[in-house]
Structure formats: C-alpha cells, structure tokens
C-alpha cells in the first residue's frame, strides 16, 4: 500500500508546485537522500524529495473486535515518517521557498480520502497529514543517520496506512441458542 499512496502524495504535490510558480518540470520525487555508498541517491539539482525515513505501528486501533463471522487477521495500521528536503545546491533562497510551498500545500491538504482524491487505492479510506516536530538535536541525529548534509527539509507525520491481506484463518460458529442446563449438576 505505500507503493500506492506516497507516488499519489508526490504527484498531487507536484501539480500543486506547477500551479504555484508557473513551471512545467516536476519538482518532488520519491527518493531516499543519499545510496549506500553515500553518494547522492537521484539525478538533477533543484528537487524537493520525499523520504520514508520511519515506519510505526498505530497502536490506537489495535483491539478492534470483528463483527463478522470470519475470522481473520485485524488490519495493521501504520504511520509513515516522510522527510521533504529541498536540495537547491546554488540557491538556497529558492530551496526556502520549495520549502515554504510544501508547508502551504499540507497546510491547504491535510487529510486526503476519495472525495478530494478519487485516484487513492482501494482500502484507503482517510490519511491525514500533520507536521512531525523535531528539535535541534532529533534533526541533527536524522541527518547523521541519512549520511548526508543537513538542507532546508520539514518531517511529516502521515496517519494511518492500511496493511491487509483479508486471508480467512478460520470461521466462528454462529451461535444458534443457549443451553441453560448447568453441567455436573445432581437431582435431589
């Protein structure tokens, strides 16, 4: 399922960016920062990335009950930690302000469901957006785990991506009366 929505995401992003400053060239891409071997890990200057940089389990819905006869696997639910950097290598004003435009986008958008985004997968029903704060010592350890220098970036906290196989693992037997009679119990 994140295959599926972060190119959506970045693609809705990208046509907001054209709108905003008059360009035909797609700014964000999906990419880490850096390769394993430290090297830049896309192609091009003047490019906003959009980087998983963590994945956690929402715990909030995790004792659902099944109200269906089948028995299966609850959903999983996760949150996605992205990171959009602004790599403008000459112009750090304009980075700032690719920066600037992603803060404007997901200020505008903060949840996306079917109504205001028909091309979402099918099981996604609601994501919502909000700003991941991380103080001067969280980004520093980010950035030294990317491997890479720090640049104008904003971390994003992405609600609730739904990981579900539906496999049966069994069926629950309908429950047809009750037995009153107590077992074990002698005449007198």
Not at 106 to 116: A, H, I, L, M, R
Not at 154 to 170: H, V, W
């Amino acid at each position: 399922m994140i295959h599926k929505v972060l190119p959506l995401i970045v693609a809705e992003l990208n046509s907001f960016l054209k709108r905003s400053v008059g360009d035909t060239e797609d700014r964000v891409i999906l990419s880490a920062v850096v390769d394993q071997s430290g090297s830049l890990a896309f192609t091009g200057d003047n490019k906003v990335l959009c980087t998983v940089t963590a994945i956690e389990q929402e715990r909030a819905n995790f004792n659902q009950v099944s109200k269906s006869s089948l028995e299966m696997n609850p959903p999983i639910y996760f949150n996605l930690y992205l990171l959009f950097s602004a790599y403008f290598p000459r112009n750090y004003d304009e980075a700032l302000k690719f920066i600037s435009l992603v803060l404007y986008f997901f200020q505008g958008k903060q949840f996306f469901n079917p109504q205001n985004t028909p091309n979402l997968p099918e099981g996604v029903d609601k994501l919502t957006v909000e700003i991941n704060n991380l103080d001067q010592h969280a980004q520093n350890q980010l950035w030294s785990a990317i491997g890479a220098k720090m640049m104008p970036s904003i971390s994003m906290k992405l609600r609730m991506i739904t990981i579900t196989r539906e496999q049966i693992i069994g069926e629950i037997p309908e429950v047809t009366g009750i037995d009153t009679s107590v077992a074990g119990k002698s005449d007198r």
